[in-house]
């Protein structure tokens, strides 16, 4: 397999879908450009790597289509100067995106075993302002302080409201809402003073957020 060409032929057709989908923030599509998601998939599937569907990833878990990656990350408005937290590393490869766009990322996962292979991925790309750390993004706290964006590919209950905290005023947090036997929501947060303005986007059906790093892997 060509994975130059592969790569060539799947962004070109990803651009074709943003565009029908209303998505032509340059930036976004520069960042995705910079970003090969080649790199980022098993060997296996490195011929699927930009299409819709979901592929499975190290530690029984899977990365969302490209397109609902991509969503996610318009509906976040992303810009230059911004510090964003992402709670599910996964494979790292929405983690990359948003560090060709935003100043600083720090991306956690439950699973060291992704943690560690993401770092590995980021540094082969010279991507020095991302920050990889390992548990479940809701005890974690350093320096980093607050943030502009949060990403969180994972579904809540109910609405987050101790994340509130972890974000700047305005700021704004991309998430699902919805228990697992429940049709889930995929929902954008924007903080007004100390609470959450909520807006409902479309139906998606994400894992919950379990607690915790993983014992073993």
């Not at 974000?167 to 929902?187: C, F, H, K, W």
């Amino acid at each position: 397999m060509n994975i130059q060409l592969t790569e060539k032929e799947g962004f070109a057709a990803l651009i074709l879908r943003l565009r029908a989908e209303g998505i032509t923030d340059k930036k976004l599509i520069m960042a995705v450009e910079k970003t090969p998601r080649s790199r980022f998939v098993p060997h296996a599937y490195r011929d699927i790597a930009y299409s819709s569907r979901t592929i499975p990833i190290e530690c029984g878990e899977v990365m969302e289509g490209v397109d609902l990656c991509l969503q996610m990350l318009h509906l976040l408005d992303l810009q230059p100067g911004q510090r964003v937290l992402e709670i599910g590393t996964g494979s790292g490869f929405t983690a990359a995106v948003m560090a060709a766009i935003v100043d600083r990322v720090v991306t956690i996962d439950r699973y060291r075993t992704l943690s560690a292979q993401a770092g590995e991925r980021f540094a082969d790309l010279g991507l020095d302002n991302i920050v990889v750390a390992t548990g479940d993004g809701r005890g974690w706290s350093d320096e980093e302080g607050t943030f502009d964006r949060i990403l969180v590919t994972a579904a809540f209950d109910d609405m987050p409201r101790s994340f509130a905290e972890r974000l700047v005023s305005g700021g704004m947090m991309i998430t699902a809402i919805g228990e697992p036997d429940r049709p889930q929501s995929l929902v954008r947060l924007t903080k007004i003073g100390s609470r959450f303005e909520r807006e409902d986007l479309f139906p998606v059906r994400f894992q919950p957020l379990q607690e915790g790093a993983a014992a073993i892997l």
